[in-house]
């Protein structure tokens, strides 16, 4: 079975400052692909950020990235110089090569203080 | 672009009855999932599909019926409804390459009484 594991239910951070969401993802796969969805108070599920495992570049879009470390099996969300907008549910979501679905985890709800 | 349509928004059932969740996509996208999501929980996958006529349970599939007749179109079915069924129902779609995100409708909230 693979298993996702979010560990922080809860997050908080200051405006303008960088905090860091984890995900791990216990697989015995190779090859996957990563994804961070967020889900704003709108619930709208919205694409964050996506990772290759293959590739040792670690993924970046704007103030997004991603800290992906392949032996711990974990992928990171990184957000830097956070905005207010920023504040929502964030979740890692998984998929193994030739899968045909994501395997979603238990989500962190990130909290931005002015 | 409309992406993936959800209908209706809300809507409110009394226990017993039944409903159909509605869900289209205009991207020409093979694969179709069907999602519940509990208060403060994450997303439990229901159903899915990977192309018409072709369709699969996933970890919550009990209560729920699906079809897929045509690309762009996979109904949720609700037969009886019952309380515990009282959630947001998110469907999406991918072109099912490995890379290649889901992207999903704004939810229906359903709620039985």
């Known amino acids: 079975a693979q298993t996702v594991t979010q560990s922080q239910p809860e997050m908080s951070v200051q405006e303008a400052e960088t905090v860091t969401l984890s995900c791990t993802y216990d697989t015995s796969e190779s090859d996957y692909y990563l994804f961070w969805y967020k889900q704003p108070p709108s619930r709208q599920m919205i694409l964050v950020i996506r990772?290759?495992?293959?590739?040792?570049q670690n993924a970046t879009e704007n103030r997004f990235s991603v800290n992906f470390q392949k032996a711990a099996k974990s992928f990171s969300l990184k957000i830097s110089d956070s905005q207010l907008g920023d504040a929502a549910m964030y979740f890692c979501a998984p998929r193994a090569q030739g899968a045909q679905k994501l395997v979603f985890g238990q989500g962190t709800r990130l909290t931005i203080n002015p | 672009n409309a992406g993936v349509t959800q209908t209706p928004k809300f809507r409110i059932l009394k226990i017993g009855q039944s409903m159909t969740l509605q869900c289209a996509q205009d991207m020409n996208h093979n694969y179709m999932y069907w999602y519940r999501q509990d208060p403060g929980m994450g997303l439990k996958l229901i159903y899915y599909s990977v192309g018409a006529g072709i369709t699969d349970k996933g970890e919550v599939p009990n209560g729920y019926n699906v079809s897929r007749s045509t690309t762009e179109d996979f109904p949720l079915r609700l037969e009886l409804a019952a309380p515990s069924q009282t959630s947001v129902y998110f469907c999406?779609?991918?072109?099912?390459?490995?890379?290649?995100?889901?992207?999903f409708g704004d939810g229906t909230r359903l709620s039985i009484l």
């Open positions: 999406a779609s991918s072109s099912g390459t490995d890379n290649q995100p889901q992207h």
């Open positions: 990772q290759e495992a293959y590739k040792q």
